[in-house]
């Protein structure tokens, strides 16, 4: 059999506290002190849970609460008593005078655990991490397989030469003296016969003097 609830909860407020809730429960507590806490609502004109009532006061209301933000005293004093004690909040925040039980769990849950796991040790059992580092190897050689095998199925590409063009031979080939030698004759012989094509006229120039 399970824990009986301490209220039947039909018709009672649900949500974030109000102000004047809070001013309810804090004058009802420093009249009456606290405890009783199925009665207290009741009596001090709340509609809320009992125990609604005693986690408002508790982790909120009470003025001994330290506030601010947790030292690195605390987070040692929380790290070694969680050693010993392990998920027992109640225990632990009796060592850290005005801090609440709902406050170090949180506190352990978004900070101290992730900060056990970085340096290396487990925020269950305070024992040293062995995995950890294995897995990196693993995740190292995998990544060095996968490399290989992504050189080896690269495809191997041929790169072929431009086409060049190739100029006509004549237009390349230096002048040498065998063509001159060629032009110089050509130019005798035609110098020869335009002579002999002008030589009837000087005949016929002759004939006339005479």
């Given at each position: 059999?399970?824990?009986?609830?301490?209220?039947?909860?039909?018709?009672?407020?649900?949500?974030?506290?109000?102000?004047?809730?809070?001013?309810?429960?804090?004058?009802?507590?420093?009249?009456?002190g606290k405890g009783q806490w199925r009665s207290l609502?009741?009596?001090?004109?709340?509609?809320?849970?009992?125990?609604?009532?005693?986690?408002?006061?508790?982790n909120y209301l009470r003025p001994d609460i330290k506030r601010g933000n947790i030292t690195p005293e605390e987070d040692d004093l929380i790290i070694r008593m969680h050693s010993l004690l392990g998920n027992r909040w109640s225990l632990i925040a009796g060592r850290l005078p005005g801090r609440t039980d709902n406050e170090i769990k949180n506190y352990w849950n978004t900070h101290l655990s992730k900060k056990l796991r970085n340096q290396?040790?487990?925020?269950?059992?305070?024992?040293?991490?062995?995995?950890?580092?294995?897995?990196?190897?693993?995740?190292?050689?995998?990544?060095?397989?996968?490399?290989?095998?992504?050189?080896?199925?690269?495809?191997?590409?041929?790169?072929?030469?431009?086409?060049?063009?190739?100029?006509?031979?004549?237009?390349?080939?230096?002048?040498?003296?065998?063509?001159?030698t060629l032009d110089s004759n050509s130019a005798t012989t035609a110098s020869t016969s335009q002579e002999k094509v002008q030589s009837p006229e000087a005949e016929t120039k002759e004939v006339n003097m005479v």
């Open positions: 059999m399970g824990r009986a609830p301490c209220c039947s909860k039909v018709g009672l407020h649900r949500g974030p506290w109000t102000p004047r809730e809070d001013a309810l429960l804090t004058k009802y507590i420093q009249a009456h609502p009741k009596t001090a004109g709340l509609l809320r849970c009992g125990k609604s009532c005693r986690l408002r006061w508790m290396g040790t487990d925020p269950n059992t305070h024992d040293k991490l062995t995995e950890a580092p294995e897995k990196k190897k693993g995740r190292k050689k995998n990544k060095q397989k996968s490399t290989e095998n992504n050189k080896g199925s690269e495809k191997t590409l041929v790169y072929l030469p431009k086409p060049i063009r190739v100029k006509a031979l004549s237009s390349c080939i230096p002048r040498t003296d065998s063509t001159l």
